[in-house]
């Protein structure tokens, strides 16, 4: 069973973040603010427009950034081949955001689940439960070894 959390629910930490130019592609990507409780290498969901997509936190030199949204977690990891679309690009485009434009960044489940809108926009995310770390580990391994 899945809850839903409207984005200005009291369990729903909101930060403003910022997009940005994503390297020499010049695509945009997400800049992550200071006190959001995330790490260079943490895999999270992302929802864009009410769909939950994969993306991996990185970081550059002016600190944590999401370069791409994607549609499941294979195609988030594979993101250099260019055999997915990235989802964020995509948001970005059809929100009519640019780089340096302020977006917000919904923490709806701390280090799992974010949710990205237009600053004054609401929205409301389905709360799904985190995959059981153990069945995470043996997926993992079964994805190293391909």
């Not at 955001?97 to 004054?120: F, I, K, N, T």
Request: hydrophobic share 35%; net charge negative.
């Amino acid at each position: 069973m899945s809850d839903r959390l409207a984005s200005d629910a009291a369990e729903v930490a909101t930060f403003r973040a910022r997009l940005a130019r994503s390297g020499g592609t010049r695509l945009p990507c997400l800049r992550i603010p200071d006190d959001a409780d995330l790490a260079a290498g943490d895999e999270i969901r992302l929802v864009l427009d009410g769909a939950q997509r994969h993306a991996t936190v990185t970081s550059d030199a002016k600190g944590l950034l999401v370069r791409g949204a994607y549609d499941n977690r294979r195609l988030m990891r594979e993101a250099a081949t260019g055999e997915g679309e990235n989802r964020l690009v995509e948001w970005t485009r059809e929100h009519g955001r640019a780089p340096d434009d302020a977006v917000d960044l919904d923490e709806v489940d701390p280090g799992y689940l974010y949710g990205l809108r237009v600053p004054g926009e609401r929205a409301v995310y389905t709360v799904t439960k985190r995959a059981n770390s153990g069945l995470q580990d043996i997926a993992d391994s079964l994805y190293d070894d391909s």
